[in-house]
């Protein structure tokens, strides 16, 4: 069974950091291009970072200079690294999965949500003084 779960949200102070995981069950990780979407309370889903199956990267502008995604391959795991934390990045982080020889249907940085195969059950992550 083919699974992503989500970890490391919670409640940080402005200005603070958070780094959430992605661990992928099922699959090998390494294959895929991941990406992490967030969720604000009335809001549509957002792309917040991607990452390839090369290795090569990319983040909204809304988050650039702040945060970072990485992978381990050995633990079968995409890392969001969040610094700088601002209270317009509370919502639910979700990550998700498509394999990377998948063929591309937009030209954006990253993948559109709907381009994603398998998506975890997201972690809250909340930025409030």
């Known amino acids: 069974q083919l699974q992503l779960v989500e970890s490391g949200g919670g409640l940080v102070h402005p200005g603070g950091s958070l780094r959430l995981s992605c661990l992928a069950s099922?699959?090998?990780?390494?294959?895929?291009?991941i990406g992490w979407f967030r969720q604000a309370p009335g809001k549509e889903r957002e792309g917040v970072s991607c990452?390839?199956?090369?290795?090569?990267?990319n983040h909204a502008d809304s988050v650039k200079g702040r945060f970072t995604i990485d992978r381990d391959n050995a633990k079968n795991t995409v890392y969001l690294q969040m610094n700088s934390l601002k209270p317009e990045d509370t919502g639910v982080y979700y990550c998700?999965?498509?394999?990377?020889?998948?063929?591309?249907?937009?030209?954006?940085?990253?993948?559109?949500?709907?381009?994603?195969?398998?998506w975890g059950q997201g972690t809250q992550v909340t930025v409030s003084s």
């Open positions: 998700a999965a498509v394999r990377g020889v998948r063929m591309r249907a937009t030209i954006t940085p990253c993948r559109a949500s709907f381009e994603y195969d398998y």
């Open positions: 099922g699959f090998t990780l390494d294959q895929y291009d």
């Open positions: 990452i390839e199956s090369t290795g090569s990267s």
